[in-house]
Structures are given as C-alpha cells and as structure tokens.
C-alpha cells in the first residue's frame, strides 16, 4: 500500500471535519473492499477516515413502519437481530449470506452501499425497498442512489449515516453465488407491499437495476409461475469468466423465481 | 502513530505506519509467526485472529483500527506445551491438519463459533468456516475436530459447574 494518514474521529462532525471535500480522503467503514482495493494498488488515498469509532453510526431501530439501520452496523449484527429478522427476515437472511463469517465481523451495510459493487448483495434490498439513504447532508431515496459501476449520488465529503428501510409486507432473495468470492453471478430480491411490487436485480450487469417486467407480471400474480413467459435483455449485462450474459439472463430468472419462493415461506 | 492495544491478555504499545496491516504488525514487527499469511487478499483465512473475541482476518485490518482494541492470536491459546486449548487437543487428536498452513487460522475461526455456538452441527461448522481454505483439502477431519472441540469444552465447562 502506499502511505496514507489515519484518523479515527469520535463524532460524525468530527468525521465530517476531517473528510473535508478533497478527493482523495476517503471514509473507511469495515474495509472489506476498500483495504484489498488499496493493497492491490487499484486505489490510492492521501488519508483515511475510519468511522468505528462513531457511535452515531450504529444500531437497529424499528420505527413505526421503517427499520432503520446505522451506516456502520456489521452484516453479522444485520443477520442476528431479532428486529431486523421480526420486521425484514429477507434482509436478515440477505446479511447472512454475504461474503464468510470474518467478513460479515467486519464488513458493513453503509461501506457496501456505498461502494455500490456491481455484485454486491445490500444496494439490492436498499433499491427494491426504496429505502431513503440519510447522509450529513441530506436524505436520498435509494431511486436516485445508485448511478453505475461503482458510482452513487454521494459527494466527496458527504458520508452515509443510517438506512430507513419502509417494512414490505412481504419480500425475498435469492442470489446465485460465485463459489470463490460468495458475490452474486445473479441476484435478484422482489418485495410486495399492498398492489406495488419492486423486483431488483444485482450481480448480472453494472449497476443494481430494477426489472420492470418481472414486476408486472408479479403485481398480477406473485406467484414464481408468473416468470414462466418472462425474460430479461441481457445484451447489456456483463460477461466474465464466471459466466457469460446469457447465462446471466437465465440466472436472473431464475433467482427472480426463488426469491418470490421465499418472499411467500417468510409471509406464512 | 502510536497505537495501544491488548494482545494475549498483556498490554501492548507499538509506533506503526499508518499503512501498516496488523498480519504485518503481528509477523514483522512483534514476531508473532504463529498468525500466518496465505492469499492476502481476504479469502483463505490463514490469518484469522480475534478481535475483541470475534475472528477477523488480520490481513485486511489496519493496526491503527485496533488502537484500544482488544486482539487474541493463536499464540495466546495454551497455556504451554503441555497446556494447549482443547480445540488444539481436538485438532491433534482428530488429524485435523496437514501441513498445518492453515491451522491457526482454522483454530481461531473454529474457537469464535463455539464460543456463540457451543453445540454446532456439521453443517454450521461448514458454513462457519467458508472463509477458511484447507489446501490440503483436509476438511473432513477439520470438521470432525471442531465437533470433538466443542464436545471437549462443553464437558470443561460441566466439570467447572460441577467444582
């Protein structure tokens, strides 16, 4: 790695403070991704922010109808709380699957968000929930988060404090996952509260997209069965030695099927 | 920058560039061979301690993250050689290693799971230890030990119920 600073701000002004707006100070949450990424000398940083120690930053809340989940709760803190499991069950089991044990002991909703990794499990449940992102500086609906590879609505110095997920009446995922690295080939995770159904595919192109005609043919019947006639264009989705677009296209469907599977086993 | 923290139950301060990864820390600076690096890019959990009680892998942890912190390595589970964990005990008893590269980081990922688990099935202890690489592909006995492991502690801790 090359040389950086490190400071560890007590409060999310202090943090704020020491982010600045420079591009090259960057907010470190669980470091899951962004160490390896540093380490491999595919990014480079002039300082670091770490943000554990920002107690603002963490904790699980039900509020009325919204879970609310602090940026730098821990997927392992996600996938064993018994509010996250009564209110969301699909988002406990999507935080459960992340990665392996260690990773989910460090790594974190807001860091994974964030990142916005095209194969990553969490901008999957923040976009078919449309969940509001609140951040230092505003609160974003998660329709307008999520701009491409890697990419978010973010601004240098702007960091995510906590998630307000709205509580669907029922929601479920699915993801195939590479056998190496546990990242999504595809995933897909639909939810259905009252007539609206939002189904959001992860892993298969560059960005977590919403795929509108598996949403429509759910909105009339939420029942796998649905998707049998239904299929995704995958003229725009990646292609790698994991699998190529096609299969992805396949996949995609596939999970979408599975997910409503389970969306329907956590309702009973 | 200078960094405090608990290692193995004594108290440790150290000067660390920024920069540094507590597996470096821990093998270069402290002589700790024990932790060991196999795939530095987080994926074979040959470099697993604990942090604060729960494994990590140390080779994507910045020492200046564990400032105040609390660590554990494999080092810091015997008491001496005749005194080892009874998670060691079931790793020697059970051949659950090889070559032994990736033990230590099996033994500190194994000792976190039966610490929040301390009856795990085959297929937890499967699960628990996905981010653990045997390239032995010594698995089967690897399980077989954390089973015997975990029978091992839950009767120590009868035996101290009982004392």
């Not at chain 1, 230092?136 to 404090?161: H, K, Q, S």
Request: glycine letters at 8%; aromatic letters at 4%.
């Amino acid at each position: 790695m090359k040389a950086f600073s490190l400071q560890k701000p007590a409060s999310v002004a202090d943090a704020v403070a020491a982010l600045g707006s420079a591009e090259d100070v960057l907010p470190l949450a669980g470091g899951m991704t962004l160490i390896p990424t540093l380490k491999q000398r595919l990014s480079e940083c002039a300082a670091l922010v770490d943000l554990s120690d920002v107690p603002e930053l963490r904790g699980i809340s039900l509020e009325g109808d919204v879970l609310v989940i602090g940026a730098m709760t821990r997927h392992t803190e996600v996938a064993n709380s018994d509010v996250v499991r009564k209110a969301i069950p699909s988002l406990a089991a999507l935080a459960s699957r992340i990665g392996d044990q260690q990773v989910r002991n460090r790594g974190t909703i807001g860091g994974s968000v964030a990142n916005n990794d095209p194969a990553a499990d969490y901008p999957a449940a923040v976009l078919v929930l449309n969940a509001e992102i609140v951040t230092n500086v505003r609160t974003i609906p998660a329709d307008a988060f999520f701009i491409g590879m890697f990419e978010t609505a973010l601004e240098p110095g702007e960091i995510i404090l906590r998630f307000r997920f709205p509580v669907p009446d029922m929601a479920g995922y699915a993801k195939f996952a590479s056998p190496a690295s546990r990242y999504a080939l595809a995933g897909v995770f639909v939810a259905r509260t009252g007539d609206s159904v939002r189904a959001v595919v992860t892993g298969a192109a560059s960005s977590v997209f919403r795929a509108t005609d598996v949403e429509n043919a759910l909105a009339r019947d939420f029942q796998p069965g649905a998707l049998d006639r239904i299929s995704i264009d995958p003229s725009e989705f990646l292609s790698d030695i994991h699998a190529d677009k096609d299969y992805r296209g396949h996949l995609a469907i596939v999970m979408a099927k599975r997910a409503v599977q389970t969306a329907l086993a956590l309702a009973e | 920058m200078t960094i405090t923290f608990t290692l193995n139950d004594r108290s440790v301060t150290v000067d660390v560039e920024p920069s540094t990864l507590v597996s470096e820390l821990l093998r270069d600076t402290l002589e700790l061979t024990g932790t060991h690096v196999g795939c530095d890019t987080s994926q074979c959990g040959a470099c697993v301690i604990h942090l604060n009680g729960e494994s990590v892998k140390s080779c994507t942890l910045l020492a200046g993250s564990v400032d105040g912190q609390e660590l554990r390595t494999v080092e810091g589970l015997a008491g001496g050689t005749d005194d080892l964990h009874p998670m060691q005990v079931a790793f020697r008893d059970n051949h659950g290693l090889q070559c032994g590269f990736c033990t230590p980081g099996m033994l500190m990922s194994s000792i976190d799971l039966v610490n929040r688990n301390p009856d795990p099935t085959e297929e937890e202890v499967r699960e628990w230890l996905e981010g653990n690489i045997c390239r032995c592909t010594g698995y089967q006995n690897i399980v077989k030990s954390v089973i015997a492991g975990a029978q091992a502690l839950r009767d120590a801790s009868r035996g101290d119920d009982h004392a």
